[in-house]
């Protein structure tokens, strides 16, 4: 993990957040390649679950809801931790996440000391709206995206004609006070979430629920992941949220081990049968193709963390190769091997020299080229340097321009995971490079 957030830091995609004032915990920056990286990820989680879906519609929700709805949801009595002190050296833990052995004894995993009583901790972020600080005025930060799809179900029922089955997509910042921020990006107190709400007829809900299992796993198939390094595990009883009746996470093998990527949950009619509760408001579907039948939808949801998959779309794309055996530190490449629709630079541009109209003719080619890919000019340092820095930004096409291009108009076109080159007439670039993204399958 130390090389990958150090490379992160050093090609500008993710940094500490208020890095000049020592860093805050639990919170990232990400840099200029790091938001392309997670825009495009966005994007194509985005196309999947939308685009691809004629029954499923996107909303933007806002962060800061009515108070009542984290009443409503569970989330004010339920959504804790249990968490311990050492008495001795200050540091606290999740009573979850120390060995069963110290618990008993009280005693602390790091310097021995006396442990607190077991408590229950609280992880949303509470604020006050307005000038008063009273509990009147209390608003927290959403901790999850989920509960902003609830509460405008009928809203977007109404405005969009919906029938079940149908789903409502969402892509957005969710806070969590977390005790534990270790791992780089990979649990913060800030992150982003890509979630989707299923709504479905009581009764097929098991049906549905296991094919949100299959598209999901099939999504990360299509992206080009190690398969591998993927795997299910269905929540027990103990593990079960309070909403759920049925859970499976894909776990990924991130460096520090086997972790949650992504939950499919069923929710049952939980959550729709609490806020008609809290809000006295009458939630249920009227199905006018079935004599008026009316009833609380299930919900079957996919809950991806967006910056999650981003760390771990980084770990799986980190490969280091040997690339020569000349004894010095050329011989090895670190490289990126992103999806090309992933890849924050499609194709970059690298003239072979600056002089003799190669650069012109270089930026007259960029200047084509970005209007269809996100493409990067590099001019400076000898070209198996500047393949290099390219590789390690995971761009999976460089053009180079050389004397040849200038009489016969042809390119080079080399690409990053084989560092094969190819000679293409400039006139077919463009179509070239869209083919190949289109045929991309991953060598390594
Ligand atoms: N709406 C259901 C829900 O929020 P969750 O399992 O608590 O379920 C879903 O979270 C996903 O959100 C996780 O699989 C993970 O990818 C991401 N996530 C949760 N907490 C996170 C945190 N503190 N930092 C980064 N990502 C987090």
Redesign the pocket.
């Known amino acids: 993990m130390e090389k990958i957030s150090s490379l992160a830091k050093r090609r500008g995609f993710v940094y500490q957040s208020s890095e000049i004032y020592g860093g805050q915990n639990g919170a990232w920056d990400y840099g200029p390649l790091g938001v392309e990286l997670k825009n495009r990820i966005a994007g194509a989680w985005w196309k999947e679950m939308t685009r691809l879906h004629d029954n499923i519609v996107g909303l933007d929700a806002s962060i800061l809801m009515h108070p009542r709805t984290w009443e409503a949801s569970g989330h004010v009595e339920n959504f804790t931790d249990p968490l311990v002190d050492c008495k001795k050296c200050k540091s606290r833990f999740r009573a979850d996440q120390i060995p069963q052995e110290n618990l008993t004894a009280k005693k602390c995993p790091d310097c021995g000391g006396e442990l607190t009583d077991t408590r229950k901790f609280n992880l949303m972020f509470k604020t006050h709206i307005g000038p008063a600080e009273d509990s009147a005025s209390i608003i927290y930060l959403r901790p ?1 995206t ?1 509960q902003g799809i609830y509460v405008n179900y009928k809203n977007i029922i109404q405005s969009n004609r919906m029938k079940i089955p149908f789903g409502i997509a969402q892509i957005g910042k969710a806070f ?1 006070n ?1 005790i534990s921020t270790k791992n780089f990006i ?4 800030e ?1 982003e ?1 890509m ?1 989707m709400q299923y709504f479905v007829k009581p009764g097929t809900d098991e049906e549905w629920f296991s094919e949100w299992r299959k598209q999901r796993w099939a999504y990360y198939e299509k992206l080009g992941i190690k398969m591998d390094h993927l795997r299910w595990h269905q929540h027990g009883p103990d593990e079960l949220a309070h909403y759920a009746k049925d859970a499976y ?1 894909i776990e990924y093998l991130f460096p520090m081990g086997w972790r ?4 499919v ?1 069923n929710r049952t009619d939980y959550d729709l049968g609490r806020h008609t509760q809290f809000s006295g408001k009458d939630l249920q579907y009227i199905d006018q193709d079935n004599n008026n039948e009316r009833y609380i939808p299930y919900i079957i ?1 996919t ?3 967006l ?2 998959n981003l760390l771990m779309i980084f770990c799986d794309a980190y490969d280091e190769e040997q690339v020569a055996e000349k004894g010095n530190e050329d011989d090895w490449r670190t490289v990126l091997r992103f999806h090309p629709d992933l890849a924050p630079i499609t194709v970059a541009i690298l003239p072979l020299m600056k002089k003799d109209g190669l650069a012109e003719l270089a930026q007259d080619i960029r200047a084509e080229l970005k209007e269809d890919y996100a493409a990067d000019y590099d001019q400076s340092g000898a070209i198996g340097r500047r393949y290099r820095r390219q590789d390690e930004a995971g761009t999976p096409f460089c053009v180079t321009i050389d004397y040849q291009s200038k009489e016969d108009g042809t390119v080079t076109l080399r690409f990053r995971d084989s560092m094969e080159q190819v000679r293409v007439p400039r006139a077919e670039l463009s179509a070239r490079i869209r083919s190949e993204i289109k045929a991309y399958k991953r060598i390594k």
Do not use: I
């Open positions: 999850e989920a969590r977390e990979f649990r913060t107190c992150f979430q979630e996470d949650e990527l992504e939950g949950h949801e809950s991806a963390g910056t999650r």
